[in-house]
């Protein structure tokens, strides 16, 4: 059966079915116009506000002469502030599509991506037009260029047109705009953060980031039937995390969404006391530095709800200092990944004590599975790679046909991580698929090592990775960041070695307790920090050209 709509205006009947991400904003302002949708520093911006300058970047997009098209990208280069939001939004009402740039690549790899993604137009913070500068020197091209303002000097942009964002945000907003976007048009699209390779463009339909985010908020239990939550962000809006799952989520709901450009450990605590906030989400190196900031001045931290962490396993040790913390809060581990929006997996709190390294159950709008090498679905505690079928899975790569030949093959999006199911249907992670050691004809998980080294006495920080070996094909290497190695100049070459082999010796020791003989690391090395991307993966690539 179809209905016969030939008599409805295509506008009219767009408008009354789509699943947008504009729409969405709509109506989280309709239901709580009054409610705080923003906080930074000093500034507290209602839903009003930003549903009415979303709306007006929206019209001033497409006023511009030459401007981005619809279902074209737009490039947006902006720090953790309020800007940002209803420049995010106002390009999804505009039928454009959202280009977050992570500003910590390289200037040639900014280059690269804008070329990549034909991306003739950037939106971006005065504080970062360096950043914007060196990729054009690198070789980027860009028709115009949006500046959010936080001076009155002169900019020129050789080759592009410069606009003031706060000119688009004062344009005027009259009737509805009528704009045919569907639910399945793309919304964003953002790079992987490339830590093997060149990046790669994720493309999200409106309707997958809106399903996504309204599955977090199950998940953490926002709904605008009570007073909805306050989530403090510090990961960088550019990234999946802090964007998807995490502001989006909250916007949606009419909760407030408090912005720090940054992690300042203090300053974290200092927020969450006396904005009362119910939700954070760190990396387990940032809960490690709250916990000592904490030890040494406490705060009251009874407003968290739930204490979220994400991208690695959290040492108990840490764990344990969050109870300390934040004794009645939910301690949650989400999982997931830029092509499939996150969360895609919940850690229950029931399994914080019985199943603390496993991802937890998945998402109810995810299906997720086990699959073997030949497209077999695996059953229950056997091990293959992690695929997914879903409303939030990517629409693909943009201009990587081979890659989305891979990635969907067999009608599952494959993950490239390997794991499995227990019983209960918990999903364990055993490892990136590239990162598995393959040593003296076991495969041995870097993630299980590395859980367990960081446990080990003294050790700050490690990483595990396979390092070439003639007789292993590769060696188990643990690559270690600790506080109690003084550098060769302090106390020289002869004591820096013996210092440097007793550690050793106290670390291997160690493993041999822990783990099975074939995954006890045949190598340790010691470096003053783990290269990492902006959101604290650890760059393995990098790591294995300076071993």
């Known amino acids: 059966m179809k209905a016969d709509t030939s008599l409805v205006d295509p506008f009219d009947l767009n408008l009354a079915r789509r699943n947008t991400l504009g729409d969405a904003l709509t109506r989280a302002a309709e239901r709580a116009p009054d409610n705080i949708a923003v906080v ?22 497409i006023a511009i002469e030459g401007g981005a098209a619809q279902a074209e990208p737009i490039a947006l280069i902006m720090p953790n502030c309020y800007e940002f939001m209803p420049a995010y939004f106002g390009i999804a009402k505009s039928g454009r599509i959202v280009m977050p740039i992570n500003y910590g690549f390289a200037p040639a790899d900014i280059a690269w991506m804008l070329g990549d993604a034909n991306a003739r137009t950037a939106i971006v913070d005065e504080g970062l037009l360096p950043v914007l500068q060196a990729a054009l020197a690198a070789g980027a091209t860009l028709d115009h260029v949006i500046i959010h303002r936080r001076s009155d000097a002169e900019i020129e942009i050789p080759g592009a047109r410069v ?160 109870d300390e913390m934040m004794p009645n809060a939910r301690k949650v581990m989400g999982s997931g990944q830029t092509e499939v929006v996150p969360a895609t997996t919940v850690q229950l709190p029931e399994h914080r004590f019985t199943k603390n390294p496993a991802w937890g159950l998945p ?12 497209g077999e679905l695996l059953p229950r505690g056997e091990i293959g790679e ?62 299980k090592v590395e859980r367990i080294m960081s446990g080990a006495p003294r050790v700050k920080e490690c990483s595990v990775i396979g390092t070439p070996h003639e007789h292993w094909g590769e060696a188990v290497t643990v690559v270690v960041v600790t506080e109690h190695l003084p550098g060769l100049e302090e106390i020289g070459a002869e004591e820096h070695q013996r210092l440097r082999s007793e550690f050793e010796v106290e670390i291997l020791e160690y493993a041999r307790g822990s783990l099975g003989k074939f995954e006890v690391p045949k190598r340790v090395e010691f470096v003053v920090e783990l290269p990492k991307t902006s959101t604290g993966k650890v760059r393995k690539n990098v790591l294995r050209e300076m071993i």
């Not at 688009?168 to 490339?194: F, K, N, P």
């Not at 403090?232 to 550019?238: G, K, S, Y």
């Open 386 to 447: 992690i695929v997914y079928r879903g409303s939030h899975v990517t629409a693909g790569y943009w201009n990587r046909p081979d890659a989305n030949e891979e990635a969907f093959k067999y009608g599952w999006f494959h993950s490239g991580d390997i794991g499995y199911m227990d019983d209960e249907g918990v999903l364990w992670f055993s490892d990136r698929a590239k990162d598995v050691i393959k040593s003296g004809g076991e495969n041995v998980s870097s993630m």
């Open 40 to 61: 930074d520093g000093d500034r507290r911006i209602s839903y009003t506000t930003l549903e009415h300058e979303a709306e007006a970047i929206a019209r001033g997009i």
């Open 163 to 322: 606009h003031r964002l706060s000119d688009l945000a004062a344009t005027a907003v009259g009737e509805e705009l009528r704009l045919i976007i569907h639910s399945e048009d793309i919304a964003q699209c953002l790079y992987t953060s490339g830590t093997t390779a060149m990046p790669k463009g994720a493309l999200t339909t409106h309707s997958a980031v809106v399903t996504g985010a309204l599955s977090n908020t199950i998940l953490i239990g926002e709904t605008w039937r009570r007073t909805p939550g306050k989530v403090l962000i510090v990961l960088p809006l550019f990234h999946v995390t802090a964007l998807n799952a995490l502001a989006n989520p909250i916007i949606l709901a009419s909760g407030t969404a408090i912005l720090h450009n940054g992690f300042n450990p203090a300053a974290v605590l200092d927020t969450i006391e006396r904005e009362r906030v119910t939700l954070f989400t760190g990396l387990p190196m940032m809960w490690a530095a709250m916990s000592a900031e904490f030890k040494a001045k406490p705060r009251d931290l009874s407003s968290i709800e739930t204490a979220l962490y994400a991208m690695a396993q959290m040492p108990e040790r840490v764990l344990e200092s969050l």
């Open 363 to 374: 998402a109810t709008t995810v299906r997720t599975a086990i699959m073997g090498e030949n």
